[in-house]
């Protein structure tokens, strides 16, 4: 079982280009086999018939693009799922999540934490948003040695309230 970061931070947002954008190539690096970041409309790749793709940042050696329109067709479909919704802010949504390679199917928690970055750090939740995801990591690698579930656990450990 992996902790999953799947981020909802569109390149407009100033939280995403202060605490998101200046450090997905490290969060890239980083990330172990106990940690998987997505960024939610980001990808490596122009997506085909896209009307308007935006590079937005280097990760591992290559120009990262944001699709805006592959952004809003998540955004729906967890708002589909859902009772949360959108509002066009910064958020990770941190989960547990697991894939069955042999099956071809992933699994993810709905007991899910989602955190507003920008209310988090104004009402000092946390001192940054930047250093969650490491902390995240490291909270990773010290609990999954010992078999346990990791979201609560890893979200506690990364100094929230």
């Given at each position: 079982?992996?902790?999953?970061?799947?981020?909802?931070?569109?390149?407009?947002?100033?939280?995403?280009?202060?605490?998101?954008?200046?450090?997905?190539?490290?969060?890239?690096?980083?990330?172990?086999?106990?940690?998987?970041?997505?960024?939610?409309?980001?990808?490596?790749?122009?997506?085909?018939?896209?009307?308007?793709?935006?590079?937005?940042?280097?990760?591992?050696?290559?120009?990262?693009?944001?699709?805006?329109?592959?952004?809003?067709?998540?955004?729906?479909?967890?708002e589909r799922q859902t009772r949360w919704?959108?509002?066009?802010?910064?958020?990770?949504?941190?989960?547990?999540?697991?894939?069955?390679?042999?099956?071809?199917?992933?699994?993810?928690?709905?007991?899910?934490?989602?955190v507003n970055l920008g209310e988090a750090v104004q009402n000092?939740?946390?001192?940054?948003?930047?250093?969650?995801?490491?902390?995240?990591?490291?909270?990773?690698?010290?609990?999954?040695?010992?078999?346990?579930?990791?979201?609560?656990?890893?979200?506690?450990?990364?100094?929230?309230?």
């Amino acid at each position: 079982m992996n902790i999953t970061w799947i981020l909802l931070a569109r390149p407009q947002c100033p939280v995403t280009q202060k605490e998101v954008l200046p450090h997905l190539d490290y969060w890239h690096y980083r990330s172990d086999d106990y940690t998987e970041f997505f960024c939610v409309g980001c990808t490596p790749l122009v997506p085909d018939g896209d009307r308007s793709p935006m590079p937005i940042t280097h990760v591992g050696g290559q120009t990262w693009y944001f699709s805006a329109e592959a952004f809003a067709g998540v955004v729906e479909e967890i708002e589909r799922q859902t009772r949360w919704r959108y509002d066009s802010d910064c958020y990770p949504i941190v989960t547990n999540a697991r894939f069955d390679p042999g099956a071809g199917n992933a699994w993810v928690d709905r007991g899910s934490m989602v955190v507003n970055l920008g209310e988090a750090v104004q009402n000092q939740a946390v001192k940054s948003a930047s250093p969650l995801p490491k902390k995240s990591i490291t909270a990773c690698l010290r609990r999954t040695q010992y078999g346990s579930s990791v979201t609560a656990w890893a979200c506690r450990s990364c100094g929230g309230r």
